[in-house]
């Protein structure tokens, strides 16, 4: 009942049929993936400095691909989900000059990481895409797909190795050729994700450390709204930027730094706005280390509740959920055998996460499949590998 989706080795296929499609017979040299993601907890939270708490999904983007002799390059991806042409042709620069981000859009995750790759000069190559985790979805396609473009450029031409290097110049890559000003969490458990683990990561020092979540008797499942308000691409950007002023006025760097305390003290200087906001994003740093102590500990019921205070934290208070995220949440939260639920990602769309028991996952589909007023999607996964090479057949 479950939706399936593709496995690695299927996508491989995919992949691998299409570059006989278009390059002839030849097969390709090289197959490399990268995960999408899941945020279990700490919202808005990476670009404050803070915390978050993700984890690498079975949901991945592949590459395969060959180098060519010369300067060409030409991608292909086989999802059929974006309006844009599905095939790019350029030529990388051999005078220093950048690669300029252009059309069509998707190519500029490419270019960007072509850009930003700890090895130059990039050589030419042959490449085609194939993808299970939804675009635009919230799950982090675009990090999946630099991750897993970067993955295949270091088979081509090595670099050091550096796994931070590695994420940070994939959000590089993000920030200068897609224009978002995305923060480090995505590409970070991308490339450091684990099998049977999530990954707290301090988006201020970069730190990271491990937290088992390996219990056969637990499933985390994943609900697509299928719904993307199109506020998403404003109000982002003015989250951020209030972010920022709150830190400001409260004389600190980040808000990472900000108390409660010192909230309630800027309250005069502060409007009620920036004052929800602030107090979202330093309530939530705390949780998400409350709720990665509590993953270690295995208190799921605790993770839970600590998923449902983040949500109701996202609604009330910075004001990112939306009707139909609501819905979902207040849905799983129904069902026996739910610990916790929350909208997950950016918001005003895109997914919700469950934390459940394994035996409850067929009624908690059930149930939200009965109670939402749109159509959803269901992923049930667990915490999966980040970024690596294929063994080609
Ligand atoms: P999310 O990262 O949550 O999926 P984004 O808007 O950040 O959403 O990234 C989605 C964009 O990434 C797509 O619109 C497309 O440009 C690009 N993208 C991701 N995966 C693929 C893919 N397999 N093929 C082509 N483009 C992709
Ligand atoms: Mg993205």
């Keep these: 009942m479950a939706s399936s989706f593709p496995s690695v ?3 491989v296929s995919d992949a691998r049929r299409v570059y006989a499609q278009v390059f002839g017979d030849e097969a390709p040299q090289t197959a490399v993936c990268a995960p999408g993601r899941v945020n279990l907890i700490g919202e808005h939270t990476d670009y404050n400095q803070g915390f978050v708490l993700p984890m690498a999904l079975p ?12 300067q060409d390059v030409t991608v ?3 999802n059929e989900d974006t309006d844009e042409p599905r095939r790019v042709d350029f030529i990388l620069p051999t005078d220093g000059s950048p690669l300029a981000p252009g059309l069509p859009s998707w190519a500029n995750y490419v270019k960007g990481v072509i850009e930003h790759y700890r090895a130059p000069p990039v050589p030419g190559f042959r490449a085609v895409i194939a993808s299970s985790v939804p675009l635009g979805g919230g799950l982090s396609s675009s990090a999946s797909l630099e991750v897993a473009f970067y993955t295949f450029l270091q088979q081509l031409k090595p670099d ?5 290097s590695k994420a940070v110049a994939c959000q590089k890559a993000e920030h200068t050729h897609a224009g978002v000003p995305c923060g480090i969490m995505d590409q970070f458990v991308s490339v450091l994700g684990r099998e049977g683990q999530a990954l707290l990561i301090d988006c201020r020092s ?17 609900t697509n709204s299928n719904v993307k308000h199109s506020l998403t691409g404003s109000e982002y950007p003015m989250r951020r930027r209030r972010c920022q002023q709150a830190a400001s006025i409260l004389g600190k760097d980040s808000l990472r730094e900000a108390t409660m305390q010192d909230l309630e003290e800027a309250r005069d200087r502060l409007d009620d706005v920036t ?21 270690k500990r295995g208190a ?8 449902v205070e983040s949500h109701n934290s996202l609604r009330d208070l910075y004001e990112v959920s939306c009707r139909e995220l609501d819905e979902l949440v207040s849905a799983a939260l129904e069902v026996e055998g739910v610990f916790g639920s929350r909208m997950t990602g950016g918001g005003f769309g895109g997914c919700t996460v ?27 996964t667990t915490p999966s590998e980040g970024a690596r090479a294929l063994s080609l057949p």
């Design 9 to 11: 080795s299927e996508l």
């Design 76 to 78: 292909v991806t086989v």
């Design 59 to 70: 949901l991945v983007t592949v590459v395969v691909g060959s180098q060519t002799s010369g």
């Design 300 to 307: 799921y019921k605790e993770f839970g509740k600590l998923m």
């Design 206 to 222: 970069l730190e990271t450390t491990s937290v088992p979540l390996a219990d056969p008797g637990l499933l985390i499942l994943i």
């Design 354 to 380: 469950t934390l459940l028991q394994a035996s409850a996952i067929d009624r908690t589909i059930l149930h939200i499949q009965e109670r939402y007023s749109g159509t959803p999607t269901f992923y049930v």
């Design 275 to 295: 004052c929800r906001r602030a107090r979202h994003v330093i309530e939530e740093i705390e949780r998400t280390v409350h709720a990665a102590d509590a993953l």
């Design 160 to 164: 050091d190795g550096d796994k931070v």
